[in-house]
């Protein structure tokens, strides 16, 4: 028998944890299977081509609300051209209404809920020709009719499950992201969340992802992203854990999910002797509106998220990603924007505006029409509106969240919002709304828009609105210089020494052992080429020449180091 466990990512840098964890846990020896990985943005007929030539007599895809439209069409397409193989599909997209959802994919068989140990029996039972009807958790045709088995099997122990990910496979990941499992469940019951429907805890043990985390840090992987749901629910667990990363990690990034008011103070004195760059956190805050948290089941502190975030910050070496949720009951666009105000406030790396979607099974669906909701009946399931916001609030709200993912989670525009941060002129929502609005009167939101484009519009609306040019040219070079390849594009134009001037300071050693050691002995021209002198203007006439060069022990990937050498140069 020869099984082929598929999906499509999301994006290429992402890797499918269930179909690897499926796969080593099923241990299938009678056989051969195979992992076909995918992106929702590769061609359909590609795909399809590349699935039919294995020839497979199962074919089962694991389906999420990014990829279902996509695998609904393909695995349609598949049992047409190859009606006598197996389809097969699992996943949280078709775990709930599966007698629907049967239909939708046109599976042969639909494996709800947890996979591994309900797919081993199904695929034991299919080798040797014995009926899968005493199995639980199927939902699948015999004959004419449709039949739905009782629900699962036992929630199993962990660590009976087998490593996903092999060390062959680890050593050519690359820069894609492995996903991992410490746990399975929350301990919390959130209305808008899966996660919510089981109400059981389970974690592998300690020492056992001791020996993983090892692993990965020893093979060298980049990142490795936590897929529980709240990491430190245990905090005698996360903090055993916290303090093994920080004990042995040189290399790889560790993401978690966490709870921010469950830090305490011994957390946090961990997290503070971690490397730089190699721990990140994300914290779902949702929002701060006590009636709305209160409505949606979500049992949280928001003023010890405020406080422990901030020590987070303070510490300078951890990433922390921040999110917001627009659609939750009770929240009009106005009580959205006091939310995005106040933790914004706090300066987090990233705020993740992200927009309410009523999974099927969720408790959310059960507070539709008290609330009012309309929703798109089909993946990803997005809120259209709700008794507190319109359409168009809604749609004003995407344009907003388009506008902060450009310009504040990109990193890159840094002294310009800094700019704006310290003036009084309006709330950091209103200034991206109008921000947004602008993108959408000059078309921006309708067409591609590159990198550099992105600059030069900030710097067009920044003094439109007022700001002073020279000050806006100043950090919007700053900003590009630190984040961006050299030479500035000729909407920021260059001003700086001569090529003759910055030989004749390349070749001074003293000046290469102060500033640029790296470089010590290194030929003028050879410097010349991989660093970039600008000289910056200040509205008092002063000038300034900072120099940008790439440091060989910067921990953030893409970014530019940048020192003052000469105050008043050439004068």
């Known amino acids: 028998m020869k099984i082929v466990l598929t999906s499509l990512n999301s994006k290429y840098i992402h890797t499918n944890l269930a179909i690897r964890s499926i796969k080593s846990y099923l241990n299938f020896t009678e056989g051969e299977v195979i992992l076909k990985e995918f992106t929702i943005n590769d061609n359909l007929e590609s795909i399809l081509s590349k699935l039919a030539e294995e020839n497979a007599d199962v074919y089962a895809f694991s389906v999420y609300i990014w990829n279902g439209e996509e695998t609904a069409k393909l695995a349609g397409n598949l049992k047409k051209i190859m009606p006598d193989s197996l389809i097969i599909a699992g996943g949280p997209e078709v775990s709930y209404d599966s007698e629907a959802q049967l239909e939708h994919y046109s599976a042969d068989i639909i494996v709800r809920g947890e996979g591994e140990a309900a797919f081993k029996r199904l695929i034991e039972a299919i080798n040797k020709g014995l009926d899968i009807n005493k199995i639980p958790a199927l939902t699948y045709r015999d004959g004419g009719k449709t039949v739905s ?26 820069g894609r992201i492995i996903y991992y499992e410490g746990s399975r469940g929350c301990p919390f019951a959130c209305a808008y969340c899966m996660s919510s429907v089981e109400k059981s805890m389970r974690f592998r043990s300690v020492e056992k992802v001791k020996m993983d985390i090892k692993r990965f840090i020893d093979l060298g992987v980049d990142q490795v992203k936590f897929v529980d749901r709240t990491f430190n629910c245990n905090k005698k667990r996360s903090k055993e854990l916290l303090e093994f990363i920080v ?24 997290l503070s002797k971690s490397s730089p760059g190699l721990i990140q956190l994300e914290v779902g805050v949702q929002s701060v509106n006590e009636k709305t948290l209160k409505e949606i089941n979500r049992a949280t502190d928001i003023y010890k998220i405020k406080e422990n975030t901030l020590k987070i910050l303070r510490l300078e070496n951890i990433h922390l990603h921040l999110d917001l949720i627009a659609g939750l009951p009770f929240e009009t666009i106005d009580d959205f924007a006091s939310s995005f105000d106040e933790i914004i406030e706090l300066r987090p790396h990233m705020l993740q505006l992200g927009f309410l979607k009523i999974l099927k099974g969720s408790p959310m669906t059960e507070l539709l029409g008290r609330h009012g909701y309309k929703y798109r009946h089909y993946p990803p399931y997005q809120v259209l509106e709700n008794s507190y916001m319109t359409y168009s609030d809604m749609s004003l709200l995407e344009k907003v969240e388009h506008v902060v993912d450009k310009y504040y989670n990109s990193g890159g525009f840094k002294f310009a919002l ?11 929502f209103e200034f991206f709304r109008q921000l947004a609005s602008y993108w959408d009167k000059k078309g921006h939101f309708d067409n591609g828009v590159s990198k550099d484009k992105t600059y030069e519009i900030l710097k067009e609306f920044l ?39 910055a030989f004749e300071m390349f070749k001074n050693q003293e000046f290469l052992e102060k500033h640029l050691p790296l470089y010590s002995g290194v030929p003028a021209k050879e410097i010349y080429k991989k660093v970039h002198l600008e000289t910056f203007s200040t509205p008092r006439g002063q000038k300034r020449t900072g120099l940008f060069y790439k440091p060989k022990d910067l921990q953030v990937k893409n970014l530019n180091a940048m020192i003052w050498v000469q105050e008043d140069f050439g004068a």
Request: glycine share 4%; proline share 4%; hydrophobic share 40%.
């Open 149 to 174: 088995t009782k629900d699962g099997l036992d929630l199993m122990d962990m660590d009976f499950l087998k490593d996903a990910y092999s060390d062959d496979e680890l050593a050519i990941m690359g």
């Open 247 to 270: 004990d042995n990690n040189s290399n790889t990034n560790f993401h978690f999910e966490i709870a921010a008011d469950l830090l305490d103070e011994e957390t946090i004195g961990i």
């Open 418 to 428: 800094d700019m704006v941060f310290d003036t009084e002129m309006e709330t950091m």
């Open 463 to 501: 003094i439109e609105k007022g700001f002073d040019e020279q000050m806006t040219l100043n950090v919007m070079k700053m900003d590009y210089l630190l984040s961006n390849k050299w030479p500035l594009p000729v909407f920021l134009p260059h001003a700086g020494p001569t090529k003759e001037e």
